[in-house]
């Protein structure tokens, strides 16, 4: 179900553009484009209200005895959990890059295919429209793919969820990489390195909500959620694009001196498409050290989450403090112990008579 419900942001991005795109041409005003989201979000709203039950906190885990606390400490113990605030850090990475592909990717496609022989006839709404179909086709097959990853390693890997996220950025990089490179030399190659880039990427959204809803208690659950997407949107997708616009800026003047003196070209607009190419792919590569660093994030997250995860199958089992101190404390069951073996010691101590 969390695959499902995260078509909505790389599936959505996509329709953005195909939709936005289409309704202006076929209007012949770009403001339609914009005028249809709020009618789209009228609908949104209206489904919320009249379909959406909002079920009791741990009715499902069986948690329903614990109590909410204060805002504040929910805060506090969220910025103690280390897997969520690893996973939190690494998710604002996928952010981050998400953020500025969905800004620039075309603009910076367009650029690219100008400067090949047929430049001339390149239209930018039709780069717009298939970046739009590339990011729905890899969200539909990228977001289940990384659910059903999961799901089957994580009975045998109990670290697999933040690995796989890992893995997916570190796969991403190198072919958003050559993405990059070669969208002034080969189209078909780039749109397919971007499909795959884009695939790789997608893997991470599901399994993200997934590792959230086991480090974090039910009832604190909707804070670490509202607090997750702050982070990840204010750190990430918020703030990438005006930086990756920002660094191609500053770029282009240093670009258009050595074009200038190496080039001596005699037509002004393709020595400025070449200009603000080279200064924007530049600025592009940024993101693949920000996945390469988000990967870094998710492998921390491993070495915590075994931990985390019992901790909270404990408290929802109606375990005590001291017991998930000794959880904490011993290596051994840090490393080792699984979530059956924690709740049946847990029940074994129940059943035994108190002196």
């Known amino acids: ?31 339609w484009g914009l005028r249809i989201t709020p009618i789209l979000g009228i609908v949104a709203i209206l489904l919320l209200l009249t379909v959406v039950r909002d079920p009791i906190r741990g009715e499902r885990e069986g948690g329903v005895h614990l109590t909410s606390t204060t805002w504040s400490y929910d805060i506090k113990e969220l910025l103690k959990n280390s897997s969520f605030m690893l996973s939190t850090a690494g998710f604002t990475c996928v952010a981050f890059v998400t953020g500025a592909l969905a800004w620039w990717a075309p603009t910076y496609l367009e650029l690219g295919f100008k400067l090949l022989p047929y430049g001339a006839n390149v239209d930018p709404d039709d780069v717009a429209y298939k970046f739009g179909l590339i990011g729905m086709a890899s969200g539909l097959i990228g977001v289940p793919l990384g659910s059903t ?9 109990q670290q697999a969820d933040p690995l796989i ?17 070669t969208a002034n030399t080969n189209p078909t190659l780039c749109y397919t390195l971007v499909f795959f880039g884009q695939l790789s ?12 809803l086991y480090v974090v208690i ?30 191609s800026e500053g770029l282009k003047s240093s670009f258009l001196s050595d074009l200038a003196v190496g080039e001596q070209s005699s037509v002004h607009d393709n020595q400025n498409v070449a200009v603000e190419f080279r200064s924007l792919q530049y600025a592009m590569f940024l993101t693949m050290f920000v996945e390469v660093l988000g990967a870094l994030f998710f492998f921390l997250t ?32 840090s490393e080792l112990q699984n979530d059956t073996n924690t709740i049946l010691e847990f029940n074994r101590h129940q059943v035994e008579p108190s002196d």
């Not at 990853?149 to 890997?157: G, N, P, S």
């Open 1 to 31: 179900m969390l695959a499902l419900f995260y078509f909505a942001i790389p599936v959505g991005s996509g329709l953005g553009y195909i939709t936005g795109g289409e309704t202006a041409r076929i209007s012949g005003h770009w403001q």
């Open 149 to 157: 990853i999961a799901q089957k390693l994580r009975t045998y890997w």
């Open 165 to 181: 996220c890992a893995v997916g950025l570190l796969i991403s990089a190198p072919l958003l990489f050559f993405a990059m490179i």
């Open 201 to 212: 990427l997608n893997l991470n959204w599901a399994i993200v909500a997934d590792i959230l």
């Open 218 to 247: 039910p009832t604190r659950r909707s804070t670490a959620e509202a607090f997750q997407i702050l982070i990840a949107h204010a750190l990430g997708d918020a703030g990438s694009p005006y930086l990756i616009g920002l660094i």
């Open 302 to 333: 491993a070495l915590h989450i075994q931990k985390d995860k019992a901790l909270v199958d404990l408290a929802i089992a109606g375990g005590s403090l001291s017991d998930s101190v000794c959880i904490c404390n011993d290596p051994v069951n």
